[in-house]
């Protein structure tokens, strides 16, 4: 939990915390109403996510996949802005280029 009252944060240097895995989420920071990470597939990884209790967003830094959403699809790439409601199932696939997303969780208050 952050005990600082800001912080600012360097994409490059959250990208360097990663270990090179084909999946991988590094949190980097942790909130009573949010937490944020950065999220890596390799190209063909298979995302295994399960629904979330919080509210999502999504930004990709880099790659290009399809987003399913339910029984709906978004092909998304770097500069999409994606938002995905508490509890709602939703995955990657067809990760045609290795994607690295921002990712942030808001908890209700």
Known sequence: MSEQPWQVFNVEQLQARLTGAP???KEFLRAPALSCGIYHLDKGATDMQTPHDE??????????????????TQEVKAG??????????????EIEDAMTLLVFFASAV
């Open 55 to 72: 509210d999502e967003v999504y930004y990709v830094l880099s790659g290009k996949a399809t987003l399913k959403i339910g029984e709906e």
């Open 80 to 93: 999409s802005v994606l938002y995905v409601k508490a509890t709602e199932t939703h995955s990657f696939f």
């Open 23 to 25: 999946v991988e989420y």
